[in-house]
């Protein structure tokens, strides 16, 4: 569990995101933390340069179709990273625990397969306060910091 600020970052150790483009893929379940991770995300690469007609969107309906919706961005749009983000609460069946192997696994798989980093912003969590508490609220937003884990893996690409 996170202790300390999320959106924490030294800006002057982020390479310029100009040059970069940017595919999003936002799971639609559990969208209030999602759609806080989005805005996070995608001020932080703007923050940092990018440009807004250089970060694409693209909404699947859960964390499981996450992987798909990565793989279709990469094979159809000419990106330097891609960012999954997703949420997945724990409930009172092991359903949390299959869905959040396979993600896992699946966003790993990519990052083997393709040469563009899929950065992994999924939260999983034992309670939905858990999740509110890291997609802005008081441990700040992992979308800002996945932002930043893009932008410093596609310039990683670049060498």
Known sequence: MATTNLSIYDKATIPNAKNFRFGIVVSEWNSEITDNLFLGAKEALLDNGALSENIIKWDVPGSFELIYGCKKMIETQKLDA???????????????????????????????????????????DNTKQQSLDRSGGKHGNKGVECAIAAIKMAALRQF
Do not use: M, R, S, W
């Open 82 to 124: 891609v960012i999954a983000i997703g949420n997945v609460i724990q409930g009172e069946t092991k359903h949390f625990d299959f869905v959040c192997e396979g993600v896992t696994q699946g966003i790993k798989d990519l990052n083997i397969k393709y040469d563009i980093p899929t950065i992994f912003c999924v939260l999983t």
